[in-house]
């Protein structure tokens, strides 16, 4: 049973660039929440999809938006990057279940670097 | 959501006891308290969660006073690789968001 997993692994881009990260949920689950953490910090909430929809949102500008698409699968779109912009990028998934929504599976990450 | 305090870092050796105490004094009602685990460059791994008294599984016990205002994470005959940092979370489950603070560096020597 495959858990999480994200693409690419690595990826270096140009401050004003755009990007793409993507994001696949362990079998069973049907909500993908996305985490942006520099380095020494606790991951920091971005949003969260379910049925195709974004359901939660944090305190992140527009420049960042998403997508879930109907295998439950994820996009993370970053515009107009910034130096700041540059953290690991972390998913997760989980069970549309009340009890079960603090029980994340997070995959490896997408280490983003903006120059 | 409860906002929740936990020390920065914390040292043990190998084969001893390790217990991480969470503060969390604005905990409502509906919070479930929630634990979590991150080795370097990894996504966290979830441990444990609990609403009162205590909680056990393969990895870990959580243990929650009646007034529910900390909580202790504790982790039996440590080991090398259980050095990590770990987050204690409080929330009720509605906003599906996890919000970690910094976390708890805990280091183990041999």
């Known amino acids: 049973d495959a858990g999480v997993t994200q693409s690419p692994t690595h990826l270096i881009k140009t401050r004003g660039q755009q990007v793409t990260l993507r994001c696949s949920p362990k079998?069973?689950?049907?909500?993908v929440s996305w985490y942006q953490q520099a380095l020494g910090q606790g991951p920091q909430f971005i949003f969260q999809y379910y049925e195709e929809e974004e359901r939660q949102r944090g305190n992140f500008p527009d420049r960042f938006s998403g997508h879930q698409f109907p295998n439950y699968s994820s996009e993370l779109n970053v515009n107009a990057l910034l130096l700041g912009d540059s953290a690991l990028y972390l998913c997760a998934s989980s069970s549309n279940d009340r009890y079960l929504a603090y029980e994340q599976y997070f995959g490896p990450g997408t280490r983003l670097t903006v120059t | 959501l409860a906002k929740t305090t936990q020390p920065i870092s914390m040292d043990s050796y190998e084969g001893q006891e390790v217990n991480i105490t969470c503060s969390h004094n604005?905990?409502?009602?509906?919070?479930?308290i929630t634990w979590y685990q991150q080795f370097p460059s990894q996504g966290p791994r979830f441990i444990i969660q609990g609403y009162k008294t205590k909680v056990t599984n393969e990895v870990a016990s959580l243990f929650i006073p009646a007034d529910r205002k900390s909580s202790t994470l504790s982790l039996p005959r440590v080991s090398l690789s259980d050095t990590a940092v770990y987050y204690c979370l409080v929330g009720d489950g509605n906003t599906d968001k996890l919000i970690f603070g910094t976390g708890t560096r805990l280091q183990v020597f041999p």
């Open positions: 604005n905990i409502a009602t509906n919070d479930y």
């Open positions: 079998s069973g689950h049907d909500t």
